[in-house]
């Protein structure tokens, strides 16, 4: 189970560039300009065989002084209640500010495993200057430049040494663990209580790693599942709900955590872009995932027009990945609960299923020689032979050829698309690889 290390500082210290160089991407756009990062950066980072998650706290924009530092103040919060390690940046090249003192304010006064990073220490001089921020509190300030990487190996040993171990839950294999996300309001603890039910029969209560998601076992309507908490048994937390961050922050713990997600989006409002940012989560994450548009008995138009209009809607947005159930229910009036666990279920068993060698060529081969890869500098790609690839974590095919280099993405697409309407893979990621033969 990954750790979530969280990157907080004031504006323009440097946190989209060690973001990048802690994640090996620019995802991050990286400029001089204070508050650049209106989004949060979330990725992964792995060091010494072990992975971890890093989430960049950007997104800081306000013109106002004091809700600047209001939002400051927030951010941080959010990140000390759902991280298991923080990395504090400051800037030496402006030295000490208020708002750096503010922000270690709040960290002293939490539990957290803190690293003090002194960015930009392009030179030796520079590690003189960095002693000023011993002021703060946190222990000695470890010299880096996130821009030249310089220091960062360093860094990352520290952070392997202070990260808690994850703790292995004694979860029994075989049964899917559901996770209920999407943003605030949207109706997940109203849908878990819905699940849950007055007569709830809870096998086993099971907590992962220090301040992880929580796995409770159930067994309801015929089915037997673990369900990954991100909303109502967990106790609500000192930062305000409407706080965007917060929402993706601790969506991220579940979305890690489980089999199957369950994407919930308010029918009051539709699609918006805090739906596409946790829908974009699962995606990174690989994981299998049902749609419910929530509050459905609140709709007034539900003609199949109007329900059809909503549902191109949605996989419009989330294209090119269409292939997933879409549900409209009602987790107050508990109209159609029954229908997501069982779509989550079978999509569950979608992801486990193994395609046998011998039927998977009789299938595609036919396909693959009536439309063959294009070819290309008037060379012919040849695939030969497919198979799956066994024990992944999604269904992962692989394609042999004498020429895998110029099999371009839109043919990949094709075969995934030949496999999904061959099997039932619906509401599953898959793998579609092609390799020398």
Request: charged content about 25%; proline content about 4%; hydrophobic content about 40%.
């Amino acid at each position: 189970m990954a750790n979530l290390v969280a990157i907080v500082g004031r504006p323009n210290v440097g946190k989209s560039t060690l973001f990048n160089r802690l994640t090996k991407t620019r995802s991050a756009i990286v400029s001089d300009e204070a508050g650049t990062t209106r989004d949060r950066q979330y990725g992964k980072c792995e060091w010494c065989g072990r992975e971890f998650s890093v989430v960049d706290t950007g997104g800081w924009v306000v013109n106002s002084d004091d809700v600047f530092e209001e939002e400051i103040r927030k951010q941080v919060m959010v990140a000390t209640e759902e991280a298991d390690l923080v990395l504090f940046l400051v800037d030496v090249t402006t030295g000490l500010t208020d708002l750096d003192e503010d922000v270690a304010q709040i960290l002293r006064s939490t539990k957290l495993p803190v690293i003090l990073v002194a960015n930009k220490t392009d030179n030796n001089n520079q590690v003189y200057d960095s002693y000023e921020f011993y002021k703060l509190g946190l222990g000695e300030p470890f010299c880096i430049s996130s821009a030249t990487g310089s220091g960062t190996g360093d860094l990352l040993d520290m952070v392997m040494e202070k990260l808690p171990n994850a703790t292995a839950e004694t979860l029994e294999e075989g049964i899917p663990r559901f996770a209920v996300v999407g943003r605030p309001n949207a109706g997940k603890s109203s849908i878990i209580n819905a699940f849950i039910g007055e007569d709830r029969n809870i096998v086993t209560d099971i907590a992962g790693t220090t301040r992880d998601s929580i796995y409770t076992r159930y067994d309801k309507f015929g089915f037997d599942f673990y369900l990954v908490d991100t909303a109502g048994i967990r106790r609500k937390n000192k930062v305000t709900e409407d706080l965007e961050f917060y929402s993706v922050m601790r969506s991220i713990r579940a979305i890690e955590n489980s089999d199957v997600c369950i994407l919930m989006i308010d029918a009051t409002r539709g699609i918006e872009a805090q739906d596409m940012n946790i829908f974009q989560l699962i995606q990174k994450n690989q994981k299998s995932f049902v749609v419910v548009v929530n509050k459905w008995d609140l709709v007034e138009d539900k003609s199949p027009i109007a329900i059809k209009t909503f549902e191109n809607a949605i996989r419009e947005r989330m294209a090119p990945f269409v292939d997933f159930p879409l549900i409209f229910a009602s987790a107050l009036t508990k109209q159609r609960i029954f229908k997501v666990l069982e779509q989550a279920k079978q999509v569950y068993l979608n992801r486990t299923q193994k395609i046998g060698t011998t039927k998977l060529n009789e299938v595609m081969l036919p396909i693959i020689e009536a439309t063959p890869p294009p070819s290309i500098k008037g060379k012919y790609i040849k695939i030969k032979y497919c198979s799956q690839v066994p024990n992944t974590q999604i269904p992962t095919f692989v394609f042999y050829a004498n020429l895998p280099q110029y099999v371009k993405e839109p043919y990949r697409r094709f075969l995934e698309n030949k496999i999904r309407s061959n099997w039932q893979l619906t509401g599953c990621p898959i793998n579609v690889f092609v390799r020398q033969k």
